[in-house]
């Protein structure tokens, strides 16, 4: 009888280990399907970022760069300079200088957003801003899936040929 207890209880061990490895499988598969579902998502989303080109401030362009860092292409509709105000969604945009048209970008393709120093200096002062006075402004880019990319900088406007532009630019906070 001894011999015929212990088949019966070696064979309900094996049921309970067999039943904890059936958890564990559905659990692990749960789980795949979740992160590959969540790669799926993540890489059909267009990312892209507005960055400043490091090199060109002492230059007479201000300039700046839309790169697309997604796998799905991206189309820049819009470019541009524009005033910063506070509450500016809830305000018209003053535009300083705009680029309508299409852009297309594809993985980690790029496009330049560039103003000269010395027109944007003229478009400050004919908006009544003084020489010497420092001023926020934003780099605009809007893309094909309605997405507004803004970087503030600050401006001090110059008289044309007298002074030299001085530029800082804000981190995002």
Request: hydrophobic letters at 40%.
């Amino acid at each position: 009888m001894n011999h015929l207890l212990l088949i019966t209880t070696d064979a309900t061990n094996w049921e309970a280990i067999s039943a904890i490895g059936s958890i564990l499988s559905a659990i692990a598969t749960f789980l795949a399907v979740v992160v590959s579902l969540w790669i799926a998502l993540k890489s059909t989303k267009a990312k892209t970022e507005l960055l400043r080109n490091y090199g060109r401030w002492d230059r007479d362009d201000i300039s700046f760069r839309i790169v697309n860092k997604s796998f799905v292409p991206v189309t820049i509709l819009k470019k541009g300079f524009v005033f910063h105000k506070p509450y500016w969604k809830k305000r018209a945009l003053k535009v300083i200088q705009e680029e309508g048209g299409k852009w297309s970008l594809g993985h980690s393709e790029q496009v330049n957003i560039q103003i000269n120093k010395n027109h944007l200096s003229k478009v400050l002062i004919t908006n009544g801003f003084k020489p010497r006075q420092k001023i926020k402004l934003l780099v605009l880019c809007v893309d094909s899936y309605e997405k507004k990319h803004l970087q503030k900088f600050t401006f001090e406007v110059f008289k044309f040929e007298e002074d030299e532009p001085n530029l800082v630019l804000n981190k995002k906070s």
